[in-house]
């Protein structure tokens, strides 16, 4: 955070700035000076990672194997994920396989009509989210960390281009 916000000593004397009183501009002032800090990260960390750009875990919540094994334009990611945590030919085809699951589900979301059909949809993917995890779980085993690891800094780095 920086050391300095001025504030002219004549108009603190005066009590007021433009018309404010000085309580509000200070205030405002302070603010302005932690948007600043944040917006330039603080020492040792990056703007990217910054509390004011954190970005929350997407798995197992979000469509990350739709995204990374059957749309065209990660799929390269989805290679370079394969290739960085070692997977063998039949983790990579689990994977593909919980992919076509989530994007069923995905779809299914589009032909909702109703609160009730909505209730049912979404207590179907809580069960089918955690249904996931746990496959997806005892298909990596010991890659498991590796791969949510992998996960959250790819979906991270996803959040940042798009923002830019």
């Excluded at 916000?5 to 509000?24: E, F, I, N, W, Y």
């Amino acid at each position: 955070m920086p050391d300095f916000c001025p504030v002219d000593s004549s108009q603190k004397a005066a009590g007021t700035l433009r018309g404010m009183r000085l309580p509000v501009m200070v205030l405002t002032l302070g603010v302005l000076c932690v948007q600043a800090a944040h917006a330039h990260g603080t020492p040792g960390q990056s703007p990217v990672t910054s509390p004011m750009t954190a970005v929350r875990d997407p798995w197992p919540t979000a469509a990350v194997l739709t995204r990374l094994l059957t749309l065209p334009a990660a799929k390269a990611d989805g290679l370079q994920m394969a290739k960085d945590l070692r997977l063998n030919s039949l983790q990579v085809s689990e994977l593909r396989r919980l992919a076509a699951s989530e994007s069923a589900y995905g779809r299914a979301g589009r032909r909702v009509i109703g609160r009730e059909e909505a209730a049912r949809l979404n207590h179907n993917l809580l069960h089918m989210n955690q249904e996931k995890d746990r496959k997806v779980r005892v298909a990596l085993g010991e890659r498991y960390p590796a791969f949510r690891a992998w996960i959250r800094e790819w979906w991270q780095t996803q959040v940042v281009q798009a923002r830019s």
